[in-house]
């Protein structure tokens, strides 16, 4: 039985679950209804972070244009233009026993494609959710539905696991931003 989070919780990752070492995180949303004209596409990356919450080189970035870290410990399975079907819209796989002793944290997001031309926001995203799988099995071990609080942001930091002495925790975060995928690269440290 999967734990469900609200926006704030923290929760431990690995504590209880022994020998976890490669998850998967998915990230799933549905349109409400839309009549801009574009196709919604939205975006999950993940930000490797040290201690100071940047990342340490621009290659600790991984999206569509990125999709695997040096270090192979992150993985993003490829870009789902539409969001179409049910389940998640786009994988991003975690090997927790690769990730480099010097990235405290990895924090997932999504964000909108092209945003102020296609005139879209998280208003008009419902059903977004983040959940934590082990890949060794399927069990679906976490879960954070987003909720419907969003109106003006275009890119959302969803949630993000981070080291807690030799163990990793999960924190659902939820925290929107005007400015698309250009403010998240700023307020980690990516040079856009």
């Known amino acids: 039985m999967p734990i469900s989070l609200q926006k704030g919780q923290k929760v431990d990752l690995t504590k209880g679950n022994a020998g976890l070492t490669k998850i998967f995180i998915g990230l799933g949303w ?8 574009h196709d919604f596409d939205l975006d999950a990356s993940a930000f490797l972070v040290g201690e100071n919450g940047k990342v340490l080189a621009d290659t600790d970035f991984v999206f569509y244009g990125n999709l695997k870290h040096a270090s192979g410990a992150v993985e993003h399975t490829g870009d ?6 049910d389940g998640d819209d786009e994988v991003i796989n975690v090997d927790l026993s690769k990730i480099p002793a010097n990235i405290a944290k990895i924090a997932f997001t999504v964000t909108i494609y092209d945003p102020e031309v296609r005139a879209q926001n998280f208003g ?4 977004a959710f983040i959940r934590v799988v082990n890949a060794n099995g399927g069990a679906e071990l976490i879960r954070y539905d987003l909720g419907e609080d969003y109106s003006i942001e275009t890119a959302v930091v969803v949630a993000e696991i981070y080291r807690h002495g030799a163990e990793w ?6 925290s929107g ?16």
């Open 80 to 85: 789902n233009l539409t969001g179409e079907g």
């Open 124 to 127: 008009m995203v419902s059903n």
């Open 169 to 174: 925790k999960f924190n659902a975060v939820g």
């Open 30 to 37: 549905d349109t409400n209804k839309y009549d801009g004209g």
């Open 177 to 192: 931003f005007a400015g698309g995928l250009k403010a998240l690269c700023q307020n980690y440290g990516v040079n856009v």
